[in-house]
């Protein structure tokens, strides 16, 4: 009897440690892909970043023309102003 019940604790070790490496080998596959999607997703990023930058100089380019071309017509404003204040003199 002793023997029989040695051998059935024998066995259930036996399968909680196959089932444990089992478990082990899917979480390391896991961990894997998930390492493999983090660096997809910091290249991504990385891109990301660049590309926002490139659109933030564009950005600061047209703000800069606009102001050219506002402050362009507000000389042209004040001048005509000028005259039109000369004129009536």
Do not use: P
């Not at 059935?8 to 909680?16: E, R």
């Not at 596959?29 to 926002?52: G, M, P």
């Not at 564009?58 to 506002?70: C, D, I, W």
Request: proline share 0%.
């Amino acid at each position: 009897m002793s023997f029989a019940r040695f051998l059935i604790t024998l066995f259930l070790i036996f399968m909680f440690l196959f089932s444990c490496s089992k478990e082990v080998k899917n979480l390391k596959e896991e961990i894997r892909l998930l390492k493999e999607e983090n660096n997809f997703l910091k290249a991504e990023n990385i891109s990301l970043k660049k590309e926002i930058e490139e659109l933030y100089k564009k950005l600061e380019e047209k703000m800069k023309e606009e102001r050219k071309t506002q402050t362009g017509e507000e000389t042209k404003d004040t001048s005509k102003t000028r005259e039109t204040s000369k004129k009536t003199k």
